[in-house]
Each structure stands twice: as structure tokens, then as C-alpha cells.
């Protein structure tokens, strides 16, 4: 099983469609969970944090299920500015590993 | 706001020949790595530093990587005798904690022809 495991996608989308992302991680004792954004040719950046309880910010829901090893991320209402890839990242002892992640592309 | 800061921002090199990729992470930012990324491919990690000692490394940071933190400010990777396939780009990170975010720089483009 792979450390990080993500759709793969890519995901077309028209604007202000709801989009869901999974993410599924092997390590049973990692203990942060983040998603990322990359945009083409840029470098990563936080979209937020993962907890235990779900979070959510803005349009964007966050899930984790630790028992089934499972992250999952909602974006409500997307927008163009949303295309981007989504990276899922969890913690692998004192490192983060990264899913491959998964494109969106959000149309007109 | 502070900023990882890298340089070069491209590079272009003769394989086989050494190379030192620069940067600078967020002043009191105790945890430092790299990370690259082969053009379509996935982040991948290579190495995670801290107290001035690598702290973990993956199978691709292998004999001829080796990471320094010469002074207060600069964390650096050397690339002894590169090859074609490490051609990618290289990110560097810095974060408060362990587990906490990872704040990326603008990465480093190495061509190796």
C-alpha cells in the first residue's frame, strides 16, 4: 500500500460545483493531516489543517477518519481560482509525505 | 511575512558535475527539509534536518546527497556527481514543529543535460 494514497483525477468541474477529494494514508501512528495546493510550476502551500473533529474554512470541509486511515477534503461553490492541484500530506515520523495528488480544473 | 528563500531558481548542469542548491528558511524555524519533484511526478521527500543533524532520509538521498547548515541562516544541498534523472525541481521547507505546516520556497529547477 502506498504511503499516501489520492484520487487520481484529474476532476473537471463547471463553477460552483461541488467537488470532494479522498485521500487514504498506511501509516496507523501519523498524527497531522494537512492539504496542500500547488499551482503549475509553483511550490505548495497550506490550504489547511486536518483534526480529528473535521474543520472548515470558508467553502473548504475538511474529514478525518482514523480508523479507516481516510482524509477527505469538500470544496463547496468552487470557483476558477480553485484549479489547482490538491495535495494530501500526513506526517511520517519527524517527515511529511505527500500524496500524488489530485487535479481540478474548474470551467466556466 | 517571512519567507523560505532559495537560490538559484534555475540551474543548468553537465552531469557528473557537483552542485549546491541554496536556502534560507524562516528565521526561528527549528525544522528544515527538501523535497523534489520531477516535472509530473509527485512531491517527493529526500531529507529532514534538525539540531544540526539530518533527522530522517528517504532511499533517494542516498551517498552522493548531503545537506549543511554552514551558518545561523543558510541550509544547503550539495548534489556530489549529479545524473540525468535528477533533473527535477527542489523545494525546500521549513516549519515550527515536527508536525506542523511546511512553508515551501519557490523551489530550484535543476537540468542536468
Known amino acids: 500500500r502506498k504511503e499516501v494514497e489520492q484520487d487520481p483525477g484529474p476532476f473537471n468541474v463547471p463553477e460552483g460545483a461541488t467537488v470532494a477529494f479522498n485521500c487514504t494514508y498506511s501509516?496507523?501512528?501519523?498524527?497531522?493531516f494537512f492539504w496542500y495546493r500547488q499551482d503549475c510550476r509553483k511550490e505548495p502551500k497550506l490550504l489547511m489543517s486536518v483534526y480529528s473533529s473535521g474543520n472548515e474554512d470558508g467553502r473548504f470541509t475538511a474529514q478525518l477518519n482514523r480508523a479507516s486511515q481516510y482524509i477527505s477534503l469538500l470544496i463547496r461553490d468552487s470557483k476558477l481560482s480553485d484549479s489547482a492541484t490538491y495535495l494530501c500530506v500526513v506526517n511520517w515520523g519527524n517527515d511529511m509525505r505527500f500524496g500524488a495528488g489530485t487535479r481540478l480544473t474548474v470551467k466556466p | 511575512e517571512p519567507e523560505v528563500t532559495q537560490t538559484p531558481s534555475h540551474q543548468v548542469t553537465q552531469m557528473g558535475q557537483e552542485v549546491i542548491l541554496r536556502c534560507v528558511p524562516i528565521s526561528n524555524h527549528l525544522y528544515f527539509y527538501w523535497y523534489r519533484q520531477i516535472l509530473g511526478q509527485k512531491v517527493e521527500f529526500l531529507v529532514s534536518?534538525?539540531?544540526?543533524?539530518?533527522?530522517?532520509k528517504s532511499e533517494i538521498f542516498d551517498d552522493q546527497f548531503s545537506v549543511e547548515r554552514p551558518d545561523g541562516s543558510n541550509f544547503t544541498l550539495k548534489i556530489r556527481s549529479t545524473k540525468l534523472e535528477d533533473s527535477a525541481m527542489y523545494f525546500c521547507a521549513s516549519s515550527e514543529l515536527n508536525t506542523g505546516e511546511l512553508f515551501f520556497g519557490e523551489g530550484s529547477r535543476l537540468t542536468v543535460l
Open positions: 501509516n496507523s501512528a501519523s498524527q497531522s
Open positions: 534536518f534538525y539540531n544540526n543533524e539530518i533527522s530522517e
